[in-house]
């Protein structure tokens, strides 16, 4: 029986659906954008200066530099694997699976699968606290709930809706940037002042 599950499932991961059936995002929109959204979003604001206040500015550099190095030994060890075999639907799960086998392709997505699934929770966390920083009155419990909500329900509602709030959010993530290398001028802000915004 596990057998004539492993054929089925190894002859679903090599078939290559006809073209014109699915919608492919490409490397810019599918690849490119998600990752960069992923790195210029709660890590970067609200958790690299955590890191820099705790371990100092070397120790963070260190840590980015070692996180760097497992990126890059990644993505060659992916691009080597990539170009022998033919990419399916499933994306890493596909690549480890025809790579090394399904047993080894479900043992390493398994833990992926969770690690995903914390992932959520942890940019909600994200998302509360920033927004409890503009609104400080507003119930963080409510706050979390609502946002996991929006997000469920965009969900379920269509994937597409969610792969075209990325170029909106990227927009914004761009000015937000901007006013961030803005800030460096003398005239813009003012240095050293601690804003505490209350609802009006």
Not at 8 to 29: D, H, W
Not at 123 to 130: P, Q, S
Not at 157 to 171: D, K, N, Q
């Amino acid at each position: 029986m596990w057998r004539r599950l492993a054929s089925l499932t190894r002859s679903a991961l090599q078939t290559v659906p006809p073209s014109g059936e699915a919608r492919k995002f490409g490397t810019f929109e599918g690849v490119f954008l998600p990752t960069l959204l992923t790195i210029l979003g709660a890590v970067m604001y609200l958790r690299t200066g955590w890191v820099v206040g705790n371990a100092g500015l070397l120790g963070a550099l260190s840590i980015i530099v070692m996180a760097n190095l497992i990126t890059l030994c990644t993505g060659l060890s992916i691009s080597s694997v990539a170009t022998n075999i033919r990419v399916g639907a499933g994306g890493s799960f596909s690549i480890i699976s025809q790579s090394l086998g399904l047993e080894v392709g479900g043992s390493v997505n398994v833990p992926f699968y969770i690690a995903q699934s914390i992932s959520v929770a942890f940019y909600l966390f994200a998302f509360t606290e920033g927004w409890q920083s503009i609104f400080p009155r507003h119930p963080v419990v409510l706050v979390l709930f609502t946002a996991f909500f929006i997000c469920t329900l965009v969900a379920f509602v269509s994937v597409g809706i969610a792969a075209r709030m990325r170029y909106p959010i990227l927009i914004l993530v761009g000015f937000s940037l901007f006013a961030v290398f803005l800030g460096i001028f003398p005239g813009f802000g003012t240095p050293g002042a601690v804003y505490s915004p209350t609802l009006v």
